[in-house]
């Protein structure tokens, strides 16, 4: 279910007085792949509630560059929240999620990949609040860039009448 933060935090408010471990993540998921997918799955397995904010496609621009997203962000929310692993998404405008975080004050703040605790922007929001940031959930799946790359080769290719091999057609 996508929700504003407003309304996101009156859901951790009542999850978090039943008692349920609220877990947050966020990212850009932009062209959703099976990575993204099997690092949700292992976020959702810290707590009960799983929380996923989206980059806003201005933030996506920020971070990434002119040419990205491809998908726009309410289309990107709308995958993320279809999954089941996933119980809400929001889209965050911000280039970091703290704004968000400070909102929602996580039981648990996940980041996944190739980060250290040192490089999360994010932990001191987190933890200030008395949660706890989770990193390295490291997945195989190849990431979107490389997805995208490798479909810009083959275009490229197919433009030249080239062969994967890269030798011409015969």
């Given at each position: ?11 951790v408010q009542e999850a978090k007085r039943a008692g349920k471990v609220v877990v ?64 809400y998404v929001t889209i965050f405008d911000e280039d970091t999620p703290c704004e ?44 979107t860039t490389e997805i995208l790359r490798a479909i810009q080769e083959r275009l ?15």
């Amino acid at each position: 279910m996508i929700l504003s933060r407003e309304q996101l935090a009156q859901v951790v408010q009542e999850a978090k007085r039943a008692g349920k471990v609220v877990v947050t993540t966020n990212g850009c998921f932009d062209i959703l792949h099976v990575g993204h997918l099997r690092y949700l799955e292992e976020a959702k397995k810290l707590g009960d509630l799983l929380i996923v904010g989206v980059n806003s496609d201005a933030s996506v621009r920020r971070l990434k560059g002119p040419t990205r997203p491809v998908i726009p962000d309410v289309e990107r929310a709308e995958l993320i929240a279809a999954l089941k692993c996933v119980d809400y998404v929001t889209i965050f405008d911000e280039d970091t999620p703290c704004e968000l975080l400070e909102v929602l004050k996580p039981d648990v703040h996940v980041k996944g990949g190739d980060y250290t605790l040192e490089q999360v922007i994010e932990r001191e929001v987190v933890e200030r609040h008395g949660g706890r940031v989770v990193v390295g959930i490291k997945v195989p799946a190849r990431s979107t860039t490389e997805i995208l790359r490798a479909i810009q080769e083959r275009l490229s290719q197919e433009a030249t009448g080239e062969d994967a091999s890269g030798h011409g057609a015969s």
